[in-house]
């Protein structure tokens, strides 16, 4: 299974990036996928998270900017964001709660992108 992450880039305070985030291999079932982020010198956040029936879920700092979806067909995820900050700035990481089958039977577990950098500059 992997992960591959695309979309990022330099862009101005108050512009927009769309993130994709496309999963391939051997995939039974996706769950979960979200989109993370780690800015230098501090830890991995959460940012959001979308469901396989849609339901999504967002930090605070992002509400009313930017925006989760996935394409179950293309088992892709996406993260639109909208009037970017200089403290959006960061490597952001998708992520995916998958199931596989394997010779034992199903087996669950996390798989992450190879991050891709966003910097917003002021």
């Known amino acids: 299974v992997q992960l591959q992450a695309s979309g990022g880039g330099l862009v101005q305070a108050g512009g927009s990036l769309r993130l994709s985030c496309a999963t391939s291999?051997?995939?039974?079932?996706?769950?979960?996928m979200g989109w993370y982020r780690q800015a230098p010198g501090k830890r991995r956040e959460l940012v959001a998270s979308?469901?396989?029936?849609?339901?999504?879920n967002y930090v605070d700092s992002v509400k009313g900017r930017f925006t989760i979806s996935r394409d179950n067909a293309k088992n892709t995820v996406y993260l639109q964001m909208n009037n970017l900050k200089p403290e959006d700035t960061a490597v952001y990481y998708c992520?995916?709660?998958?199931?596989?089958?394997?010779?034992?039977?199903?087996?669950?577990?996390?798989?992450w992108g190879q991050g891709t950098l966003v910097t917003v500059s002021s």
């Open positions: 291999g051997s995939i039974f079932r996706i769950n979960v």
């Open positions: 979308v469901t396989n029936d849609a339901n999504t």
């Open positions: 992520n995916a709660d998958i199931t596989i089958l394997t010779i034992r039977g199903l087996a669950g577990s996390k798989y």
